[in-house]
């Protein structure tokens, strides 16, 4: 399988493409994946050492060569490359996202698996130009999205919902927001949304799929998460291991072995990470410290256990996880 992730590049910590590289490069039946940076930092910019934030020094990417010369003209038309699965991930840019639109409905091969993370922003704070998010929701409109995973905010925005922190968000709330994301965006398959927090009070992913269009199914993340922790790398993680597990998934499907829904696929990325997650607060952090942060995840020291797929180890998931049914 071949892979193209187009996202961030930093280079200290793994984030961004790095993570989402690491997800991806030791996996079986991986033959080749190219990373393509939409903006190079020196860190991410909430990098913390000893309580001070880091100073973030960006170089930012022509997005007419990098979409235009480098993925079209380069990868594209002169290297041919058939890739398994396209990853879109960070690009904070109107223009570049545009002409990524124009590119793909021209250039990519119908079987190429399309993974999508709109990074916009988070808990209501838009990181990006309000542009952006209008040409993500064109971006959407125009091609087919095996797998699109937006954080509760971002589905937001997504749909034009007003964003409301005061509002408590029940599961008919939710029920009737993915209702209308299906309905304005019938191209994409496969719905993950993460970062939910229903009722205010629990931490959950929400996952939707045309295929099975009134089943919403949750996953309950209270034992995932670490209270008073902050990780970063996780998304850009979780967004690499579901590209990888999905377009397997599919290849299978090619030659006709039986193949998992979204949901599995999703329970068993979940699983993975929660591996990562444990291993790296371990081994950097004392545990009996009341607040604490990583500023990335032990992902070299973490790729047996990523790897390691034992079923004995992903039976209990669903009973751990409290799997729930929205809809």
Do not use: W
């Not at 496969?190 to 269009?213: A, H, R």
């Amino acid at each position: 399988m071949n892979f193209l992730s187009i996202s961030s590049h930093v280079v200290h910590g793994y984030v961004g493409n790095k993570a989402i590289n690491m997800a991806i490069q030791f996996k079986p039946d991986v033959k080749n994946i190219d990373i393509l940076n939409t903006v190079q930092l020196n860190t991410h910019p909430k990098y913390l050492i000893n309580n001070e934030y880091a100073e973030i020094a960006v170089v930012n990417y022509d997005p007419d060569v990098l979409i235009n010369q480098v993925l079209k003209t380069s990868l594209f038309e002169f290297l041919q490359m058939d890739y398994s699965c396209i990853i879109l991930s960070y690009f904070n840019n109107a223009a570049g996202i545009d002409y990524l639109t124009e590119v793909l409905m021209e250039k990519k091969n119908k079987d190429t698996k399309l993974i999508l993370d709109p990074i916009m922003g988070d808990n209501g704070k838009l990181y990006c130009s309000p542009k952006v998010v209008k040409s993500y929701q064109n971006l959407i409109t125009n091609l087919e999205i095996d797998c699109i995973l937006p954080n509760q905010f971002e589905l937001e925005l997504l749909v034009n919902k007003e964003y409301d922190n005061e509002k408590t968000k029940n599961d008919k709330y939710f029920v009737e927001l993915i209702k209308k994301f299906h309905d304005k965006y019938p191209k994409v398959q496969n719905l993950i949304v993460t970062s939910v927090m229903i009722d205010n009070t629990t931490p959950y992913i929400l996952i939707s799929s045309t295929l099975k269009p009134n089943m919403i199914r949750k996953i309950n993340l209270d034992r995932f998460y670490l209270k008073d922790t902050i990780i970063y790398g996780c998304g850009d993680l979780f967004t690499g291991l579901i590209a990888y597990e999905y377009t397997k998934n599919m290849k299978q499907q090619e030659n006709d072995m039986e193949i998992a829904d979204i949901f599995k696929i999703v329970l068993s990325v979940v699983r993975d990470l929660k591996i990562v997650i444990d291993r790296s607060v371990h081994s950097r952090i004392k545990l009996d410290e009341f607040k604490y942060q990583l500023n990335d995840l032990n992902l070299i020291e973490c790729i047996d256990d990523v790897l390691s797929k034992r079923e004995s180890d992903c039976n209990s998931d669903e009973s751990y996880y409290e799997v729930e049914y929205l809809a």
